[in-house]
């Protein structure tokens, strides 16, 4: 039925799309390795990934999109190597070198414990000192973790699969994780353990996540507007919401903007 639902949808979307060529209507887009949400192996490159090539296609652009390390896209897209870059945080110092779309989804950091555990959270993280926290380098983690950290049993890892491991190995009590990267994981690469973990509340931070297009390229406000256009538009048809559940997240549909 959401098949045949988000297709209808699809046909409706594409028989209004702007058609008009050339190469000024070529966005170069690069993003990173960051399963479900983009990836070169998965369905669409990833849902957000589907969901910016559709809302730029909506405007009449084409995307031409390179997937390469965090800060290799990055600087490159600093640099006007790429007109853009998306799978980004807000941060305050960027808007020197970039200019924010709207919000594409709700990134949400959780803790992950082992399914039985009797760790509970309050919101106090010094009441987690007896406990060793796993976390990645790189994140954006709250306050008051970054003012306790210190005090805390810590250890850091590059990504979130060897933090999933050692969790499940008990080498940590907790790991800092996000939500919807903890359940993709879960899913594909411990799928006979699936019931092995646990996730805790409260969310420890949301963060938006935006695309960005960068100040060295043409027009970039027109275009970074017309992004804007194509995302409203997916938002109230109701298409972003059937690009989220034909990826098999329906129940998280309360983390688009």
Known sequence: MIKN??????L????VVSDVGGTDRIIRLATHESPPYTGSSLKDRGVITKIVTMAFAREGYETQITIVPWK????????GVYDGLFGCWYREQRKEWFIYSKPLIA???IFLKKRGSPISFDGNYNLLSPYTIGYIRGYAYPPEFEATKDRLKTEMV???LQNLEKLKRARVDLIMIDRLISRHLIATKFSDDSNAFEEMAPVLVQDMNYLVISKKTLDFQVKSAAFNRGLVYLKKSGIMEE???SHGYSQETSLLP
């Open 5 to 10: 639902i988000f297709s209808s949808a699809l």
């Open 12 to 15: 409706i979307f594409l028989s």
């Open 72 to 79: 290799r896209g990055f600087e490159g897209t600093k640099a």
């Open 107 to 109: 990134n949400e950091i």
């Open 158 to 160: 590059d990504v979130n």
């Open 243 to 245: 690009i989220f559940k």
